[in-house]
């Protein structure tokens, strides 16, 4: 076996609904039995990702019963339990509620944070700047690594500079 013949199973494998991939670290598993990952994040079913995308040294599997479900979309029908849509609770979703203003005084208008993570609590971290995103419409992130060792260039293209470049995030150094 080869590691492009590996590659290109996954690939497969995960185009055809066999299992999910994603790459970074181990998802923790939810109390629900369904993986903590950014539903984005996961290959499942078409397209096939090309070989080139899969990482074997950070990859993850994960049986199709454990990827988390994508949140239904706005004036999608609401799922009822053990039954197949279309009668009582199926229907618009209704707008989430608008939060109330609470008189504190003069608000911050800049929020900056600086801080040190690992890889867990990056996971942790980048929910909270998320819901900062929400509150201000969008952040701006400065990321700044040092290693001791150097960084491994094809591991820092594939799995730092392109996903950031396929994001549109920034711009592609090549």
């Known amino acids: 076996m080869s590691a492009n013949a ?15 991939y ?10 629900d039995g369904k993986y903590q990952v950014i539903i984005n994040k996961i290959r499942f079913g078409p397209p096939q990702a090309s070989d080139d995308e899969i990482d074997l040294e950070t990859g993850f599997l994960m049986m199709p019963q454990a990827i988390p479900e994508p949140a239904p979309q706005p004036g999608e029908p609401l799922p ?11 229907g618009p979703i209704p707008p989430e509620p608008t939060p109330q203003e609470l008189p504190l005084g003069s608000k911050e208008k800049i929020v900056e944070l600086t801080f040190t993570a690992d890889r867990n ?9 998320a819901n900062l995103a929400d509150l201000a419409g ?37």
């Open 22 to 31: 994603t790459a970074g670290s181990v998802p923790s598993l939810g109390p």
């Open 121 to 129: 609590q990056l996971f942790t971290a980048w929910n909270a700047v």
């Open 6 to 20: 590996i590659r290109k199973g996954i690939a497969e494998g995960a185009a055809n609904g066999a299992f999910g």
């Open 80 to 90: 009822v339990p053990g039954g197949s849509g279309g009668g009582p609770g199926t």
């Open 138 to 174: 969008s952040v701006t992130v400065t990321v700044k690594a040092e290693s001791e060792k150097g960084f491994d260039q094809s591991k820092l293209r594939n799995g730092v500079l392109e996903p950031l470049e396929e994001a549109d995030l920034i711009e592609d150094k090549k």
